[in-house]
Structure formats: structure tokens, C-alpha cells
């Protein structure tokens, strides 16, 4: 039986999360502050708010934290999603992003679970080319400390019987970014300690 190597992701630099708040803010400054644009992307519950909470801006911009999901969730209270309505809000992006990436001195951070390169493009595609670098931050780890912490949050709306099937289908649709989608960068950050640190590496450049 013939067993085809994985392939490797690209990656510009691999980060531990650091425990302590101040030195999680020191990280999130340090990496987020040189782009025009940054996107956060990951599954639920792998750290993503957390490190975009860290981050204090750069100083004397503007700043813009944008998390579809945020206004989804104060749309629909319940837990559940209307699909046409995340058209309605695309259209949105469209008029609010034209407008932001042209704003003198301001940085725009998407954050969300973003897994596919043609919604990750359509924000790249909002900012012209000449402004400014752009970065992406993977957060990432083994899905089955994933699943422990998603079942422990309890912020997906669905069964403790149907939620790992969930996760592991959408880990497994996950289509990993690459440079040739324009980023200047792009970060993985490990916020599962030891073990996350041995699964990344294997699976970097």
C-alpha cells in the first residue's frame, strides 16, 4: 500500500500564544501593526477573539474589527442562520469596505472563520494594491482539541452527539491559504500549547 505525503502549508512564521495578557497584547502588536489589512481566520474556539482582543491598534490610526458572525448573531438571537441573509450582508461589506481601505491611516481586521480562498479573496479584493501590505493569522490545532473546547463553550447551536461530526467535516473542507491569493504574510498561531506546536510544524514549510 503506497501512502502519499501530506502537503505542506504555506506559512511565513509560526507563534506560540503567549498565557499572560500583557505579553499577548506585546504579539498581537508586534505582528498585527505593520499591515493595511489583516485577516483572522480559524474554527470556533481556537483563539482567534482573544488575540484580536489583545491588539491596541497602531498608533494614530484609525481601526476597524469586523466579525460578520457579531452581526449575524444580533440578527438572528436564536442561534440559527438564514442563508439569503448573509447575501444581504455581503452586499453590505461591498459598500463598507470600498469606503474603509481608502480612509487615510486606518487599518481594517477581519476576523471569522473564513476556510475558503474565495471568501478570503473577496475582502483582498476591496483593497487596492498600492496602500498597503496584507497578512493572514491562522489559528489552527488538533481537531480534537477543537471539538473538547467547542463542546466546553457550548457556542455552536447544535448537540453534543451532532457537534463533532460538524467540526471534523468543516476541518476537513478547510482549504489552507497560500501566497498566491496576494498575501504578504501569512501567520500561524498555536494556542494549544505543546501538542499544538508538534501538529503545526509538521504540517508547515
Known amino acids: 500500500m503506497r501512502f502519499e505525503e501530506a502537503e505542506l502549508r504555506e506559512c511565513s512564521e509560526l507563534y506560540n500564544m ?17 499591515y493595511r489589512f489583516v485577516m483572522i481566520m480559524g474554527l470556533s474556539s481556537t483563539g482567534k477573539s482573544t488575540f484580536l ?5 497602531r498608533k494614530g490610526w484609525g481601526l476597524t474589527k469586523w466579525n460578520r458572525d457579531n452581526v449575524m448573531d444580533m440578527v438572528f438571537q ?3 442562520r438564514v442563508d439569503k441573509f448573509y447575501g444581504y450582508l455581503a452586499e453590505f461589506e461591498g ?18 472563520w473564513n476556510t475558503l480562498p474565495r471568501l478570503r479573496r473577496r ?3 476591496y483593497m487596492p494594491e498600492t496602500i498597503g501590505r496584507s497578512a493572514i493569522f491562522v489559528f489552527d490545532g488538533p481537531v480534537e482539541e477543537i471539538i473538547k473546547r467547542n463542546v466546553a463553550s457550548n457556542k455552536i447551536n447544535l448537540s453534543r452527539q451532532e457537534l463533532p461530526l460538524f467540526l471534523k467535516n468543516r476541518y ?23 501538542r499544538g506546536t508538534t501538529y503545526l510544524k509538521d504540517k508547515l514549510e
Not at 53 to 57: F, L, M, P, Q, W
Not at 172 to 194: K, L, Q, R
Open 53 to 57: 482582543d489583545a491588539y491596541t491598534g
Open 18 to 34: 503567549p498565557e499572560e495578557p500583557a505579553n499577548k497584547t506585546i504579539l498581537a502588536n508586534h505582528l498585527m501593526a505593520p
Open 172 to 194: 476537513n473542507s478547510i482549504v489552507w491559504p497560500t501566497f498566491s491569493e496576494g498575501w504578504n504574510d501569512i501567520y500561524y498561531i498555536n494556542t494549544f500549547g505543546a
Open 123 to 125: 475582502y483582498l479584493n
Open 78 to 80: 436564536d442561534g440559527t
Open 95 to 112: 459598500r463598507l469596505f470600498d469606503k474603509l481601505f481608502v480612509r487615510e491611516r486606518h487599518q481594517v481586521v477581519v476576523e471569522g
